[in-house]
């Protein structure tokens, strides 16, 4: 190899997806002047670089999540418990565009979206069936949902008191990332000040009522897939996490008492140091604005705690059995990085829901890394590699530039009110896709070793019935219950949302006499009125 070609810059430079240069050689002399404690430490120690807890996974393996949900409740409960036989070790519910949106299965606009890409809630009867034989004191559950969070956290509390749990053991997490949902996903209903608001009655209501719940995850993940690199996920991720703790502080919550609950969800994708440097990044700085931003003297409260999914984006259509090396390898990275849960994408997901099979595969390649791979026994194997240390100072040195520039904009929701984030993340994804395009960005069967074959893998399909369900069983509610119980408990929901009072507590009245998701998000569009997107933000 030409000497020129070793050369930082040089014709063969190598770059992360967040444009730091791969150098052709790490030695003592990248970290020689490093502040090892400081910076390093011990796992479960501050800044919590190597891990949240002392002995990582050698005590307890990740939780073991598989997304999952589609049609009506009876038919994802089916798949949860097929999931929990097979040895998940936690739950996590994807929602039907309808429910993420506050509608009803019945409203116009849900049309021939009811049970596409989750499952369908409407009403607390829907809840119950969903969770029916699943003990929720013995799992923990993950909720992908943003707007209305709110219903269907108080939907999952109401569920278990019927089944007689302690709902003070409850163990889970609520998306509730609301801020995120404006820049990179779109499933927003209210404006940012009343969404804010509702958010920080969740941290109230769950400090008094569901300690062991974590009220926000603080979402990447989303921000990743629409096209963002490494280190605007990690930055924007933080940022938006700084906007949420300064609401609370702002709204009377000492921080030491909700910032516990808090918890993140980033996105795992091939370039497998870059990841694990992310992550080691993520907890040294977030522990660093905890304690000095914020003056958070908890330990729990400077811990960035983390869910991790394998980056749904990256599968591809062609040769989806590729997919499964892909996921492996972005799992592998969130365990070397730390990951606190993981769900692992299933390899036929580019092309339709999953399988029973390829669902299985996936929850299989999380077991393997964690019982036969050896990187479980080690907390934070790849701490003091030379080229690992050196890329988490690189990435961090990367996120902390553009949360400079999210500060001097005067922060998170100002900065997404100018469309800053927005338009840092499509020029990301053009370039992107700019670098596949012309091939320097190797896709393997995709750009490159292509086949042309046509996989031959059987596809799940979703019941389109599963609409005409839902309806009969509104009509069917609306007939049963107490519809005067319904209204005044709406009625006092409405009072609520007018005052200061927290609105967890009427609304979960309203959902106990069977309001449904869509009445009570009715009552909050009246009250709060609907944000409309669009380009920039102008709020």
Same mark, same amino acid.
């Given at each position: 190899m030409a000497k020129d070609e070793l050369t930082p810059g040089g014709p063969s430079a190598r770059f992360t997806d967040s444009g730091v240069e791969f150098r052709p050689e790490y030695t003592w002399a990248d970290v020689a002047d490093k502040d090892w404690e400081a910076d390093v430490g011990s796992a479960g120690e501050f800044p919590f670089t190597r891990g949240v807890y002392p002995s990582m996974y050698r005590g307890r393996l990740w939780t073991m999540r598989q997304y999952a949900g589609f049609a009506s409740a009876e038919e994802s409960n089916r798949r949860y418990h097929y999931l929990l036989e097979r040895g998940q070790t936690g739950l996590s519910v994807a929602f039907d565009l309808p429910t993420q949106m506050g509608y009803d299965s019945d409203h116009p606009l849900s049309e021939g979206e009811v049970g596409k890409v989750g499952v369908a809630i409407d009403s607390l009867r829907d809840m119950e069936a969903l969770f029916e034989g699943i003990p929720l004191d013995k799992v923990s559950t993950s909720m992908t949902i943003n707007s209305p969070a709110a219903v269907l956290l108080l939907m999952y509390e109401l569920v278990a008191e019927k089944q007689g749990v302690d709902t003070r053991r409850l163990r889970g997490t609520i998306q509730n990332d609301i801020l995120k949902e404006y820049v990179a996903r779109g499933t927003y209903i209210f404006p940012p000040a009343p969404s804010m608001r509702i958010i920080t009655d969740i941290f109230a209501y769950c400090q008094a009522n569901l300690p062991n719940w974590n009220t926000i995850s603080i979402s990447g993940y989303h921000i990743r897939e629409a096209g963002s690199s490494a280190a605007e996920e990690l930055a924007f991720t933080l940022a938006n996490g700084i906007a949420y703790v300064k609401a609370a502080v702002e709204a009377g919550l000492q921080v030491d008492a909700f910032a516990g609950q808090l918890s993140f969800f980033f996105n795992a994708h091939n370039n497998l140091? !870059? !990841?694990? $440097?992310?992550?080691?990044? $993520?907890?040294?700085?977030?522990?660093?604005?905890?304690?000095?931003? *914020?003056?958070?003297?908890? &330990?729990?409260?400077?811990?960035?705690? *983390?869910?991790?999914?394998? $980056?749904?984006?990256?599968?591809?259509?062609?040769? &989806?059995?590729?997919?499964?090396?892909?996921? $492996?390898?972005?799992a592998l990275a969130a365990v070397l990085g730390g990951t606190q849960s993981l769900h692992t994408n299933s390899f036929d997901e580019a092309l339709a829901l999953p399988s029973d099979e390829s669902v299985a595969i996936a929850l299989r390649t999380q077991q393997i890394i964690g019982y036969e791979s050896g990187v479980a026994d080690i907390p934070d194997p790849l701490a003091g590699s030379f080229a690992v240390e050196t890329l988490t100072d690189d990435i961090q040195a990367k996120a902390q530039e553009l949360m400079d520039e999210i500060d001097r904009l005067g922060g998170a929701v100002k900065a997404i009110e100018q469309g800053f984030m927005q338009r840092a993340i499509e020029d990301s994804a053009y370039e992107y896709q700019r670098a596949i395009e012309r091939g320097d960005r190797v896709v393997v069967g995709l750009n490159k070793f292509a086949s042309g074959e046509k996989p031959c893998i059987a596809l799940h399909r979703v019941d389109p019935s599963v609409q005409a369900l839902q309806e009969r069983r509104l009509a069917v509610l609306r007939e049963e219950r107490d519809q005067a119980a319904v209204d005044a408990a709406l009625e006092r929901m409405r009072e609520a949302a007018r005052s200061s009072d927290n609105l967890l507590y009427p609304m979960k009245e309203a959902l106990r006499a069977y309001a449904t998701l869509g009445e009570i998000a009715g009552v909050l569009r009246q009250e709060f009125g609907e944000f409309k997107g669009g380009g920039s933000l102008h709020i």
């Open positions: 140091l !870059e !990841e694990v $440097a992310k992550y080691r990044a $993520a907890r040294r700085m977030w522990a660093d604005i905890m304690r000095d931003r *914020f003056g958070a003297t908890d &330990p729990k409260s400077q811990m960035l705690r *983390f869910h991790t999914q394998t $980056a749904g984006c990256t599968l591809t259509a062609q040769q &989806p059995h590729n997919n499964v090396v892909r996921v $492996a390898l972005q």
